[in-house]
């Protein structure tokens, strides 16, 4: 399948790649698919989260396990149903990055993570109750290279006791 992206001009994509957001992402609920680009190269630790049903969306996107080793997240059974996650150690947990013009001010939302099945494809971005983690984690100057996410891949589905559910 060919998209015509804002980013990157027309790419093709894996139809089986697709990942689908039931409820959307809050403030874009009109777009339920994206797929995820980027996650090849382990040089880096973003991604782009893009838009399939809105090529002009694109988030950018990593793993906040790799940003602040302390992280977890917290969601209700009840919150996580439209996913169907019913194994943690197959949920990949993202954190949607911003990064405005002044990059120094780059930061990772820590509060809402995206929470995708990876035995379905079906994700969701969850907005944790707890005040343990900011909206706006600032990451200028943090070590975000691969490896010291523990495991040498920067994009892992969460596992070694971090229960991400």
């Known amino acids: 399948m060919q998209l015509n992206t804002k980013y990157f001009g027309v790419i093709e994509i894996d139809e089986k790649e697709i ?9 874009f609920e009109n777009v339920k698919k994206f ?22 969306l694109a988030f950018v996107v990593t793993d906040p ?15 996580i149903k ?3 996650a019913k194994n943690p150690d197959r949920i990949l947990t993202l954190a949607i990055v ?5 990059i ?3 930061s990772v939302n820590l509060k809402a993570p995206l929470l995708i099945n990876m035995d379905n494809n079906r994700g969701m971005q969850v907005i944790m109750k707890n005040e343990t983690f900011p909206v706006r984690y600032y990451i ?24 991400p559910v």
């Open 140 to 163: 200028t100057g943090q070590d975000m290279s691969p490896a010291s996410a523990g495991s040498g891949d920067s994009f892992k589905i969460q596992t070694e006791g971090k229960n």
């Open 82 to 84: 439209e996913i169907d």
């Open 65 to 79: 396990f790799s940003v602040n080793d302390s992280y977890f997240v917290e969601a209700d059974d009840d919150e």
């Open 19 to 27: 990942l689908y957001f039931p409820l959307g992402i809050p403030g």
């Open 98 to 102: 911003t990064v405005p013009e002044d």
């Open 104 to 106: 120094t001010k780059m």
């Open 35 to 56: 797929t995820l680009l980027g996650k090849q190269d382990n040089e880096t630790p973003f991604f782009w989260l893009q838009g399939v049903d809105d090529p002009e």
